[in-house]
């Protein structure tokens, strides 16, 4: 696959902004969460941030990674599982955190672990929608979202440039 057509670049402000935005739809549902499984790396980030807000202070992180060459997922590796104590009644009661769905593999692997628990991230690709109870911003699934912890500041070529005589 090659990178999607249309970009959506996030500031650390931006992203601060929408995991918190995760966190009072969230709290109002009224639920209070025992614990929070993170799916790391990228969950890694809005959990910090959910965690403070909901004054959740037992974390957990499961840890998969299937995206191997930046947009090409790949075969799904599980590197750690989840401590059985959070898997009891099916993690019912466990908020599980992550920075988006795309294609939903990701969700559908954890909630396989975890059927009761509760799926949150900040954004969502149409494909991976069915697979999240709660997020915030959904983009098309022709989009690639850049989040600020994998960029850094480069020069913009103009606008117009190139498209004058
Ligand atoms: O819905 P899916 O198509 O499964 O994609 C979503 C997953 O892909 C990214 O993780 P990645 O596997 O790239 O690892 P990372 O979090 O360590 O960057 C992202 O953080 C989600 O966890
Ligand atoms: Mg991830």
């Known amino acids: 696959m090659s990178l999607p057509d249309k970009a959506f670049p996030v500031s650390w402000d931006q992203f ?37 807000e909901l004054n959740i202070r037992l974390i957990e992180t499961v840890c998969v990674a299937s995206y191997h060459d930046y947009v090409n997922q790949g075969e799904m590796n599980l590197l750690k599982g989840i401590t059985a104590e959070l898997m009891v009644n099916g993690g ?3 908020l599980v955190v992550d920075d ?25 690709k149409p494909k991976g929608v069915p697979t999240i109870d709660t997020f915030v911003t959904e983009v098309s699934q022709d989009t690639w979202i850049y989040f600020p912890w994998d960029m850094g500041f480069t020069y913009q070529e103009p606008i117009a440039k190139g498209s004058k005589g």
């Open 16 to 52: 601060h902004r929408d995991a918190r935005a995760l966190a009072w739809r969230l709290a109002g549902m009224g639920q209070d969460f025992r614990a929070i499984v993170c799916i790391t790396r990228g969950g890694l980030v809005p959990a910090a941030i959910i965690s403070r």
């Open 100 to 124: 988006l769905t795309d294609t939903g593999k990701t969700a559908i692997e954890v909630r396989e672990m975890m059927p009761k628990a509760h799926f949150a991230c900040v954004y969502a």
């Open 92 to 94: 019912e009661g466990v």
